[in-house]
């Protein structure tokens, strides 16, 4: 299932600060070098999601331990749950699955980016000047990005979204995607070899988030 919040305005310094105590170690590292109080608050939800996620889903009452890819990509030690997850300053998201998964959640870019490595020509064309599109196709890739395991210093130029982007789930090969978007905001989710309901998205209101804990 995958979780969001985007009510970050109303995710107060009071309730950063009442949370924080409840992340891990190294996540209170990772959230103490973001110079940015908003920066860090996302982080801190993107933690929190994960926390309810398992609660949630599974009954896990303890984060399990957190270990990390080469690629920078996070896993539970010794558990056959997995998860990703992704924040800009007006979103949070957090995948939770049995099967490998990619999520990524971006702002509506203002510019578009040429990037020739990660858009392959068909997109280049189909995009044109249409911001959405950029980014959906962006977040599409990212995620797929972060499910394979790739990540953005390959290549992603070989798989193509084009034909997909008035769709909000399909699939190629074997991997299935989801991506739809809330206002400014576009999201992407990529499982692998999954059966599923990859639609089930949760947006979680302040209230919800904060009884995480």
């Known amino acids: 299932m995958t979780y969001i919040f985007d009510d970050i305005e109303n995710f107060t310094d009071s309730d950063f600060f009442q949370t924080i105590q409840y992340a891990s170690n190294d996540r209170i590292e990772k959230i103490t070098k973001y110079k940015f109080m908003i920066d860090k608050k996302v982080s801190l939800i993107a933690y929190l999601l994960l926390i309810y996620g398992l609660k949630k889903e599974f009954g896990i009452k303890k984060m399990p331990e957190i270990l990390t890819e080469k690629i920078g990509k996070p896993y539970f030690k010794n558990s056959n749950i997995l998860f990703n997850l992704s924040h800009t300053r007006n979103g949070v998201i957090c995948s939770i699955y049995k099967n490998r998964v990619g999520c990524d959640i971006e702002n509506i870019v ?3 980016i040429p990037a020739k490595s990660i858009l392959c020509p068909n997109e ?5 000047e249409n911001t959405r599109y950029f980014t959906k196709i962006w977040t599409l890739k990212e995620a797929y990005s972060k499910c ?10 070989n798989i193509d979204f084009s034909r997909f982007i008035n769709n909000k789930i399909f699939k190629i090969n074997d991997y299935l995607f989801f991506s739809d978007n809330k206002q400014d905001l576009n999201y992407s989710i990529c499982i692998e070899n999954i059966y599923e309901d990859i639609k089930t998205i949760q947006f979680l209101s302040r209230t919800e988030l904060l009884k995480t804990i």
């Open 124 to 128: 280049m064309e189909m995009i044109g």
């Open 148 to 157: 394979t395991g790739l990540g953005l210093t390959e290549k992603l130029n």
């Open 110 to 112: 203002e510019k578009i």
